[in-house]
């Protein structure tokens, strides 16, 4: 019973956190982004001028593909696993639960994952929208934007 109590009471401070920072609520708008989520990029990403784009971030999470060239032909393998485990992690399991829904929507993100499922897996075109949410997340934190469903389609 206390430990409900506390785990409560601190789920409140994280939401009055997220609500007081205007890049949080911003990045709420993005799908599979929560409180939990948008506070732990928020952290991890600071005001995101770090990144001159939002594929150094995603790079920088481990969200990318490790890539080995030679001869002009790339390989591209599995993601690197770089950066912090603990916001990879939030940011995956945010992106397994649009990936798990989107069968059921008619949107253009969700047509988008509906073939990346088809063509390519389930677990990859989490480990996919996970990148995408990423540079979601460092358009709303760096260059202040709001996140809009018909430019994440031309995306």
Sequence with gaps: MALDEEVDWYDEQ???SVEKDSACQRMLAIPGVGDIVAHALKQWMGNGQQFSKGRDASAALGLVP???STGGKA???GISKRGDARVRSAV???ARAVVSRASKKDDPLSRWIQRLVEHRGFNRAVVAYA???VRFAWVC???KERFLIRHAAAA
């Design 75 to 77: 390989r591209l393998m």
């Design 92 to 94: 995956i399991h945010g």
């Design 14 to 16: 994280l939401k009055q």
């Design 66 to 68: 490790r890539q080995h």
């Design 131 to 133: 990148n995408k949410m």
């Design 141 to 143: 934190v760096a260059k």
